[in-house]
């Protein structure tokens, strides 16, 4: 199972949108509304922050949204903050009951 | 309150065996599936396998399959994985997270380092 693709990074300043693309096969992101999308800042644990594609779990800001066309998703942060800055990694269900992740993103607040 | 706790990592030599345990607490165990997650240093996420909560359906990555085990006591709300045949690709910090549905990892433990080396 190959990981889905990620931009190895994106950067905007404060206030900005940034959107990070997340590109799978058939067998995965295009064949389930079952991407999630997790952010990690260094040497924590990821945290879950859009899953099912465009759903987000309680307490996560609305600044975070999430996307989806064909094998391509996308996650979108508006109103960049500073505490956005980490690494952020989409997932998928795939057709062989396991899951992939994609590469990560680093997310650079300028 | 959901807590993941992973333990038994450590420095093992190429070819040997180390099992993990992750801990639950917070939550109904037996109704939710567990994945193990690790990370290699300095790389990104890499699924490696998962329980479901009966623990009659085992799930695991093409790169550990035939070499990992999971197994999980419901009684003792802990997950385990057996690590057999370990190579140095294996070295990575290793998270179990509890599964929302299936794909969907709603909370993480704080992971726990496995290095394999001579």
């Known amino acids: 199972q190959s990981a889905l693709t990620q931009p190895a990074s994106v950067s905007g300043s404060p206030g900005q949108a940034i959107t990070i693309s997340c590109t799978g096969t058939s067998s995965d992101v295009g064949g389930y509304n079952y991407v999630s999308w997790y952010q990690q800042h260094p040497g924590k644990a990821p945290k879950l922050m859009i899953y099912?594609?465009?759903k987000r779990p309680s307490g996560i800001s609305n600044r975070f949204s999430g996307s989806k066309s064909g094998k391509t998703a996308s996650l979108t942060i508006s109103g960049l903050q500073a505490e956005d800055e980490a690494d952020y990694y989409c997932s998928s269900y795939t057709t062989s009951t396991t899951v992939v992740f994609g590469g990560g993103t680093k997310v650079t607040v300028l | 309150e959901v807590q993941l706790l992973e333990s038994g990592g450590g420095l093992v030599q190429p070819g040997g065996s180390l099992r993990l345990s992750c801990a639950a607490s917070?939550?109904?165990?037996?109704?939710?599936?567990i994945h193990w997650v690790r990370q290699a240093p300095g790389k990104g996420l890499e699924w490696v396998s998962a329980m479901s909560g009966s623990a009659t359906s085992t799930y695991y990555a093409d790169s550990v399959k035939g070499r990992f085990t999971i197994s999980r006591d419901n009684s003792k709300n802990t997950l385990y994985l057996q690590m057999n045949s370990l190579r140095a690709e294996d070295t990575a910090v290793y998270y179990c997270a509890k599964a929302a549905d299936f794909h969907v990892f709603d909370y993480w433990g704080q992971g726990i380092l496995v290095t394999v080396s001579s």
């Open positions: 917070g939550f109904t165990f037996s109704n939710y599936a």
């Open positions: 099912d594609v465009i």
